[in-house]
């Protein structure tokens, strides 16, 4: 079993892909803004699909930590490869295995951004609908962002992401602090 160096107890974690990985990259003003201060960390790693995700958290990376909020986003990476049901599965298996190492978290589940063409968008929609039945109310919430970013009949809100359509601008990651604010406060107040 490979062995996790945690030297921070961290009470916030984002778990994701490249996307949420960008937190340190084009997102990171608004995250040492809104998040650092608050104890968070981010263990985004881009090209990371479900599976990868279940390896980390079942293989140590969180072995030690006693966070009470998770946000999560994954299964952008798994379009190429898996049908709608899988990926859904997937995330809910990601879901599963942080609750098993975590049993005092709460989950933010985040919708599958929209993304590059309305074929992918329609799929990430159909995805969503699906993992959104994972929101119990209380530990495990699901928001999607999807009209922030999807303006509809296949127009995105350009000024959002980067050139390809799929990660995010510094005024994405602002954009996504923004919306995600109410749910997140809510479930860090009730943690």
């Not at 958290?57 to 966070?67: A, F, H, K, R």
């Not at 929209?114 to 994972?134: C, E, H, Q």
Request: hydrophobic residues 40%; contains cysteine.
């Amino acid at each position: 079993m490979l062995k996790f160096v945690n030297i921070v107890d961290y009470s916030r974690l984002f778990y994701g892909d490249s996307i949420t990985e960008g937190w340190g990259g084009s997102g990171r003003p608004t995250y040492d803004q809104y998040y650092a201060p608050l104890g968070t960390a981010n263990y985004g790693i881009g090209g990371d699909r479900t599976e990868h995700l279940v390896w980390r958290i079942n293989n140590g990376e969180v072995d030690g930590l006693s966070p009470k909020l998770c946000v999560l986003k994954i299964g952008t990476n798994n379009l190429g490869s898996n049908n709608n049901e899988d990926i859904a599965r997937g995330v809910q298996a990601v879901m599963d295995s942080l609750k098993m190492k975590l049993p005092n978290i709460k989950i933010l589940l985040l919708g599958i951004l929209p993304r590059n063409n309305a074929d992918l968008t329609a799929r990430t929609d159909a995805i969503n609908v699906i993992i959104r039945s994972a929101d119990n109310g209380n530990t495990t919430r699901f928001f999607d962002m999807r009209d922030t970013f999807y303006l509809g009949n296949g127009q995105f809100n350009t000024e959002l992401y980067t050139a390809d359509l799929l990660h995010l601008s510094a005024a994405g990651y602002q954009a996504w602090a923004q919306v995600m604010d109410p749910i997140f406060t809510e479930m860090l107040n009730s943690a």
